[in-house]
């Protein structure tokens, strides 16, 4: 069984761009949910979708963005990019039957701004 | 506003040689405690959840258990393989879903 699947891995932009991460879960998970991890601040959430209808939201501004297709796919994306928004963005899915909370993670999405 | 608290941050052992990292936290409605670990370059890995006050929890050489206030990674005999950052989370309030509040984690280094 595939895990949950990111990508890019790595990318660099520039500040003012913009960026589109994207997150393929565990097959037959419909949760999915984005953590941004900084060595500073840890891992925080940013936002969960279930069936293509966000679920929760966390504490950032509305320049990070989220939205989960039919295939339960989900992309993440930022505008507008600052310097403070370098960071591995980690998402994570959670299956039927299971609490919500038990989240399996993929390897991340690494954003440096330069 | 929901806390979790971790230490130490930074735990150096000998192979063989047990010990306990702590989870201190703060939450309104604990629906669930988790511990996850971390390899480095890769995603946390879930470990153990826990509900209530009481509750163990074990996996090889882990134990996790939970108090009101605060929840215990015991580790049995570490080999280096168990070399990790281990992380604990809280579940707070009917609608969280999978928000999750995370400590800062404690980096745990086993020697051979």
């Known amino acids: 069984k595939a895990g949950v699947t990111q990508t890019p891995r790595y990318l660099i932009k520039t500040r003012g761009q913009q960026v589109t991460l994207s997150c393929s879960p565990i097959?037959?998970?419909?949760?999915v949910s984005w953590y941004q991890q900084t060595p500073g601040q840890g891992l925080q959430f940013l936002f969960e979708?279930?069936?293509?209808?966000?679920?929760n939201k966390g504490n950032f501004p509305g320049r990070f963005s989220g939205r989960q297709f039919s295939n339960s796919r989900s992309e993440m994306n930022v505008s507008t990019l600052e310097l403070g928004d370098s960071a591995l963005y980690l998402c994570a899915s959670s299956g039927p039957g299971a609490n919500t909370g038990e989240l399996f993670f993929g390897e991340g999405s690494r954003l440096t701004v330069l | 506003e929901d806390q979790v608290t971790q230490s130490p941050e930074a735990l150096r052992l000998q192979e063989g040689e047990s010990s306990s990292l702590n989870c201190s936290y703060t939450v309104s409605g604990l629906r669930g405690l988790f511990w996850y670990r971390q390899d480095p370059g890769k995603g946390p890995e879930f470990l153990f959840t826990l509900y209530s006050a009481g509750e163990e929890k074990e996996k090889e050489r882990l134990k996790a258990t939970l108090t009101k206030k605060e929840s215990f990674l015991h580790i049995t005999a570490p080999k280096p393989e168990d070399s990790a950052t281990y992380l604990c989370a809280v579940q707070a309030g009917e609608t969280s879903g999978s928000r999750l509040t995370f400590g800062e984690g404690t980096q745990l280094t086993v020697n051979p």
């Open positions: 979708y279930f069936s293509e209808t966000q679920r």
């Open positions: 097959s037959g998970h419909r949760s």
